[in-house]
């Protein structure tokens, strides 16, 4: 079977609780099908510990990345995708 470079790209809003548990659950179902993969998560302004778990976990994952946004740049999704655009995705 072929396998694929895949990105996936995550908005994260005070999900402290959940976010070891949706890298695991994602790197478990692309598994099969990637040859590498990369996640990028961007928090969009959480009120929680997410951000501070983000940084942690993308220091620990290489295959991990983190965008924080402010609600300015939330607000607006073409500016999100220029950000996304500028980026090295796998592709």
Do not use: G, H, R
């Not at 005070?14 to 990637?34: C, G, R, S, Y």
């Not at 997410?50 to 942690?56: C, E, L, T, V």
């Not at 991990?64 to 740049?73: G, R």
């Amino acid at each position: 079977m072929q396998k694929f470079k895949i990105s996936v790209v995550i908005p994260i809003f005070d999900a402290e609780l959940t976010l070891e548990n949706l890298i695991k659950n994602i790197l478990a179902m692309v598994k099969p099908f990637a040859s590498s993969c990369e996640i990028i998560l961007i928090d969009d302004f959480s009120s929680d510990n997410s951000w501070n778990i983000i940084k942690s976990l993308s220091k620990l994952m290489e295959f991990l990345s983190s965008k924080k946004f402010t609600p300015l740049f939330i607000l607006n999704p073409c500016t999100c995708i220029q950000y996304l655009n500028k980026k090295d995705l796998i592709q």
